[in-house]
């Protein structure tokens, strides 16, 4: 299974060309960006969107706080299992990278000697912005932006096929849609022992957060705002 675009009139290589081809044609600061972005950036951004979102909802969490915070905390949780179960995914299609079995393309990242589908980078980011947004809409619709960006990133680069990131979206969607009711039964009652802990109680309520129903952040609940309503159940 290790050809799985080998021709070059696929349509899979022929956007990889497309594609990467920008980045031949663009000034050599913004490849150094892109490489910067794409290899590390959004992945710190993501991380980024989870504390803020984090921060917001601690302060306006009402009386479940702690299955808000438990939606939050599945999202980075749900990114590393999808990774995980990438790993005989990947031994077992065992696609080379782009650049060894097509020439001319500009290779932004030098090293990569592993397999290529799917993408780490794409699984990590989808399964994070799938997460947050079943967590709350408004961070979770930036979040899938960073994840669609971040597939763009690496075939920019040269490192990965489009199906590549498209098989690291489906993958990440899949582990944080299906495994979430599993986590939030597992999660929201560690969130709550925590909640009633004089010392760490802070990180899942902030002091003189808003009581529930009053612009409170409720899984499950119709939300005042519709950007900021939620679907964790």
Same mark, same amino acid.
């Given at each position: 299974m290790? /050809?799985?675009?080998?021709?070059?009139?696929? $349509?899979?290589?022929?956007l990889?060309?497309d594609?990467?081809?920008? !980045?031949?044609?663009?000034? @050599?600061?913004?490849?150094?960006?892109?490489?910067? +972005?794409?290899?590390?950036?959004?992945l710190?951004?993501?991380?980024?969107?989870?504390v803020?979102?984090?921060?917001?909802?601690? #302060? =306006?969490?009402?009386?479940?706080?702690?299955?808000?915070?438990?939606?939050? +905390?599945?999202?980075?949780?749900?990114?590393?299992?999808?990774?995980? +179960?990438?790993?005989?995914? =990947?031994?077992f299609?065992? #696609?080379p990278? $782009?650049?060894?079995? @097509?020439?001319?393309?500009?290779?932004?990242?030098?090293?990569?000697?592993?397999?290529?589908?799917?993408?780490? @980078?794409?699984?990590?980011?989808m !399964?994070?912005?799938?997460?947050?947004?079943?967590?709350?809409?408004?961070?979770?619709?930036?979040?899938?932006?960073?994840?669609?960006?971040?597939?763009?990133?690496?075939?920019?680069?040269?490192? @990965?096929?489009?199906?590549?990131?498209?098989?690291?979206?489906?993958?990440?969607?899949?582990?944080a849609?299906?495994?979430?009711?599993?986590?939030?039964?597992?999660?929201?009652? +560690?969130?709550?022992?925590?909640?009633?802990? $004089? #010392?760490? /109680?802070?990180?899942?309520?902030a #002091?003189?957060?808003?009581?529930?129903?009053?612009?409170?952040?409720?899984?499950?609940a119709? !939300?005042?705002?519709?950007?900021?309503?939620?679907l964790?159940?």
């Open positions: 290790a /050809g799985l675009a080998d021709s070059g009139s696929n $349509p899979d290589v022929d990889l060309y594609i990467n081809g920008l !980045a031949k044609d663009a000034p @050599h600061w913004f490849d150094r960006g892109m490489e910067f +972005v794409g290899e590390y950036g959004l710190f951004v993501m991380v980024l969107l989870v803020w979102c984090w921060w917001t909802v601690r #302060r =306006r969490a009402g009386d479940n706080a702690a299955s808000s915070v438990a939606a939050l +905390v599945w999202a980075p949780l749900a990114a590393g299992i999808a990774v995980l +179960v990438n790993v005989p995914i =990947r031994g299609v065992e #696609r990278r $782009p650049f060894v079995d @097509h020439e001319g393309l500009d290779v932004l990242v030098s090293g990569k000697t592993d397999f290529s589908f799917v993408s780490d @980078h794409a699984t990590l980011t !399964a994070m912005g799938v997460g947050l947004f079943v967590a709350n809409r408004r961070f979770g619709l930036i979040g899938l932006g960073v994840a669609l960006l971040e597939g763009f990133c690496r075939v920019y680069m040269g490192v @990965h096929y489009p199906t590549d990131v498209i098989g690291g979206f489906a993958l990440g969607t899949a582990v849609l299906l495994l979430s009711p599993l986590a939030m039964a597992l999660l929201t009652p +560690v969130m709550k022992a925590v909640e009633g802990s $004089p #010392r760490v /109680g802070w990180l899942i309520r #002091r003189g957060a808003a009581p529930a129903g009053q612009d409170a952040f409720i899984p499950g119709r !939300a005042e705002r519709p950007e900021e309503s939620d964790a159940a």
